[in-house]
């Protein structure tokens, strides 16, 4: 059975720090798919990235980066220099292949708060 | 270009009553899933509609039932109505292509059952 672990309930940094969101997941798959959405207070998930299993590179868009470990299970999620506009509620998803996005199981989430 | 909608926002029901939430997916798209995201928890998959048929389904009594128009547009059924339905319901679409899509999300209809 798939699940996502997002031992970070919230997190609250002040603006400019970095701050990192864990996820850790399971699956008995070998071909999976891991995503992270943000949830700002209007309620509507935002895709910020997806990984299938076979690429384990690194990857940085402007201030986000994320760091995909098949040897831990884990694809964490680092925002380097906070702003008050990130403050939301990010999730981590796992999507295993044979069942496309069907049932893609989500964490519990982490509650990112931003202090200006 | 609008992305996904859903109707009502907000609504509350009482117990035992049914409820009928609506969305109209992405232009393009024509795969729609439903999620149940209970407060302070991640989605839960519900089921997804494509070709106006239940393609699959997770761990939800059959009160939930859908439907898909011929349009791509769809509607989620609640029947019997519990306390523990209060949620916010996610609508989310993507095109049919194999693989892991990305799913584009409604901004949800939030339900409170009293």
């Known amino acids: 059975a798939q699940k996502v672990t997002q031992a970070q309930t919230e997190i609250s940094v002040v603006e400019k720090e970095d701050v990192t969101l864990d996820c850790v997941y399971e699956t008995r798959d070998t071909t999976y798919y891991l995503f992270w959405y943000k949830q700002p207070p209007s309620g509507e998930l935002v895709f910020l990235i997806r990984r299938n299993s076979f690429d384990e590179q690194n990857e940085i868009s402007g201030r986000y980066s994320w760091n995909f470990q098949k040897s831990t299970s884990s694809f964490n999620f680092t925002i380097t220099a906070s702003q008050v506009v990130d403050s939301a509620v990010y999730f981590c998803?796992?999507?295993?292949?044979?069942?496309?996005?069907?049932?893609?199981?989500f964490g519990a989430g982490t509650r990112l708060t931003v202090k200006p | 270009d609008a992305g996904v909608t859903q109707s009502p926002t907000h609504l509350i029901k009482t117990r035992g009553q049914q409820v009928t939430l609506r969305c109209s997916p992405k232009?393009?798209?024509?795969?729609v899933s439903w999620y149940q995201q209970a407060l302070g928890q991640g989605p839960q998959f519900i089921f997804q509609?494509?070709?106006?048929?239940?393609?699959q389904r997770g761990n939800f009594p059959d009160r939930f039932s859908g439907h898909q128009f011929p349009n791509y547009s769809s509607e989620l059924n609640v029947n019997a109505l519990l306390l523990g339905d209060s949620a916010l319901y996610l609508c989310?679409?993507?095109?049919?292509?194999?693989?892991?899509?990305?799913?584009?999300f409604g901004a949800g209809s939030r339900l409170t059952v009293l």
């Open positions: 998803a796992l999507s295993e292949a044979w069942s496309g996005n069907n049932d893609m199981r």
């Open positions: 232009s393009g798209h024509d795969t």
């Open positions: 509609y494509y070709e106006e048929e239940e393609r």
């Open positions: 989310a679409s993507s095109p049919r292509e194999s693989g892991a899509n990305v799913l584009t």
